[in-house]
């Protein structure tokens, strides 16, 4: 966030508003930042002049330039859906577990969709859980792919062997 337009040549636009100073002394000046990109720009056009200019050099400096396709696999890709009541059938609030790539769109209950937190607050029934929970969820709810979990349940089984051995 930024108090006036990161665009340096806002003042450029030569805005009836952009006028300061007296008779004899009048200048343009820059416009306060708005609520385009991130509360930095005044307008969208003074976004994407800037991202015109700057974009390329902004991601290179940072080094977070992404040079190859993000993936989220069949595992990862849980999330939860919420339909409110007045665009459904039935009339209530519905929260689902889904995964598209798996095909999976499972009814589950307010109390699995939401935290305590959530949950605690009365007129926010479109929150849900993030997707990191919502795949805790779908492993809790057998729906999930068990295989990296039977890894896991192996491990643990292995480690309890370990230890009872040397612990008797
Ligand atoms: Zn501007």
Not at 140 to 150: M, R, T, Y
């Amino acid at each position: 966030m930024s108090e006036w337009c990161q665009n340096p040549k806002c003042p450029e636009k030569k805005n009836q508003n952009q006028i300061r100073g007296s008779k004899g002394a009048k200048y343009y000046q820059s416009n306060k930042a708005n609520r385009y990109g991130n509360g930095n720009f005044c307008t969208l056009g003074c976004q994407t002049e800037w991202n015109n200019e700057y974009m390329d050099r902004a991601i290179d400096a940072l080094g977070v330039r992404i040079h190859n396709a993000v993936k989220i696999n069949l595992e990862d890709a849980w999330y939860v859906e919420y339909s409110s009541s007045w665009r459904n059938q039935s009339n209530e609030d519905e929260y689902y577990l889904r995964n598209k790539l798996k095909g999976v769109r499972q009814l589950i209950t307010k109390q699995q969709a939401q935290t305590p937190e959530q949950q605690a607050e009365e007129y926010n029934s479109w929150q849900h859980i993030n997707n990191t929970q919502a795949k805790e969820l779908a492993i809790q709810l057998g729906l999930a792919s068990w295989h990296i979990n039977q890894f896991n349940i192996y491990y643990r089984y292995y480690w309890h062997l370990v230890s009872s051995i040397f612990n008797p």
